[in-house]
């Protein structure tokens, strides 16, 4: 099946053009020295990619989210800090925004972070509340006019960077876990917000992951996203997308360092011939050449069927399971091809290495992958 358009292929080289001379020059120093790339943000506002797939209408590119899959998977390609950072940003910000805010909440959020003039987070995440999202002990009581927000999110990524946020919070402590949660807009100025310590990190170390603290956060009424009680499923069917988009990360890292492997196995000889002779490696290349493209299968497939309109809780979940398991491998081919030099900092694959584990951690671990995948096939029972 043939998943993309002319559009799209058009888009892909233009990403890449941008990607391999304004990002990938860049990436080992952001990583060597936690430089957070907002510059690089600021440039992909420019570009139109921090709103690929927001309608024109609320200041995006009205693109599908098949392109936004293009664009982070030509970003990941050069730079991890940048497209976790752009990730979290157009994919757990402004998309959640789009689905599930009022028309008032769009018009207001949506230009702002289309453009790159603001940046955006999504704080689901709690010290207690990892794979279990349910259990968020964040609360929020209506007082007058405002929600009054007690409590802290960790591991938010943007999260002390961030203009704008939006978060999850207990509304009804009479309902059971996941649900009686719903979610709010919020805005670094509001009075009790405090963005606490970024954390010093394996990877992706360009990008911010940040605690945040509500002390008594004052939250006017009207920054309730959409229904209120509703907040869980607000940022499950977020992370439905989400997935994807952590699967093309994934995928994109993978496929920097098979590069990079293939062409060191061309160059570097021992025994007389290119290594890329001897059957070892070239069986490396072929399981690695294979894995990956099953993996891009399986993202294109999920982004064409949420494109389409249909739910993609199984899809999405399979996607990012199998690709950063994918990437696991093909990142570990990568420094074993190239040896010596691959457990050094001289050469690019051990930063793929330490980059793509994220993947299988963040936005949900491949163990909640598994039963999220295991539920849609089983039902519940
Ligand atoms: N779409 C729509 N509705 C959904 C849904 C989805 N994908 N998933 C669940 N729901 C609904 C269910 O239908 C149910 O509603 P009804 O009873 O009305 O049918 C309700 O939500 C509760 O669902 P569950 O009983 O399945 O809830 P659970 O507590 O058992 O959830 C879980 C289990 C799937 C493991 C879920 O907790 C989960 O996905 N955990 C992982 C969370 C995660 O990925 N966290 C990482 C966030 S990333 C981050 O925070 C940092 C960052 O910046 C990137």
């Given at each position: 099946m043939d998943y993309f358009t002319e559009e799209h292929q058009i888009l892909r080289e233009t990403v890449r ?35 690929a797939h ?9 693109m599908d989210l098949t392109s936004f899959i293009i664009i982070m998977e030509e ?169 994807i988009?952590?699967?093309v990360?994934?995928l ?41 493209e099953?993996?891009r299968l399986?993202i294109y497939e999920a982004s064409r069927k949420?494109d389409q ?73």
């Amino acid at each position: 099946m043939d998943y993309f358009t002319e559009e799209h292929q058009i888009l892909r080289e233009t990403v890449r053009d941008f990607a391999e001379n304004e990002l990938k020059p860049r990436a080992a120093e952001l990583d060597e020295k936690h430089i957070f790339p907002l510059e690089a943000f600021k440039q992909m506002g420019e570009l139109g990619f921090l709103g690929a797939h927001i309608p024109e209408e609320y200041g995006g590119a009205g693109m599908d989210l098949t392109s936004f899959i293009i664009i982070m998977e030509e970003v990941s390609k050069a730079c991890g800090s940048t497209a976790i950072t752009l990730a979290a940003h157009t994919s757990l910000c402004a998309y959640p925004l789009y689905r599930f805010a009022t028309e008032e909440q769009k018009r207001k959020y949506l230009p702002p972070l289309c453009s790159g003039e603001k940046m955006g987070a999504f704080g689901l995440t709690e010290a207690g509340a990892g794979s279990d999202a349910g259990a968020t002990k964040t609360t929020a009581v209506l007082e007058g006019d405002y929600w009054i927000i007690n409590g802290d999110k960790m591991f938010c990524t943007n999260g002390s960077a961030a203009d704008v946020l939006v978060i999850t919070a207990k509304t009804d402590p009479t309902q059971p876990s996941s649900y009686g949660i719903s979610s709010f807009i919020i805005e670094k100025e509001f009075a009790g917000f405090k963005p606490g310590k970024d954390e010093d990190k394996m990877g992706l170390r360009g990008s911010k992951t940040s605690q945040l603290f509500f002390d008594n956060m004052q939250v006017p009424k009207e920054n309730l996203m959409g229904i209120e009680g509703e907040g869980f499923k607000h940022f499950m069917e977020t992370l439905d997308e989400g997935r994807i988009v952590i699967g093309v990360m994934a995928l994109g890292i993978a496929e920097a360092a098979f590069d990079a492997a293939v062409a060191y196995s061309r160059q570097r000889v021992a025994f007389g011939k290119p290594i890329a002779r001897q059957q070892t490696i070239q069986g490396y290349i072929a399981d690695m050449a294979t894995q990956l493209e099953a993996a891009r299968l399986l993202i294109y497939e999920a982004s064409r069927k949420l494109d389409q309109g249909k739910r993609v809780t199984k899809e999405s979940a399979m996607a990012k399971l199998f690709a950063s398991e994918v990437a696991n491998f093909v990142t570990d081919k990568a420094i074993q091809i190239h040896g010596g030099y691959g457990y050094s900092a001289e050469y690019p694959v051990e930063r793929y290495y330490r980059d793509q584990k994220l993947c299988e951690i963040g936005e949900g671990t491949s163990e909640v992958q598994r039963i999220v995948i295991a539920r849609s096939v089983l039902g519940k029972f």
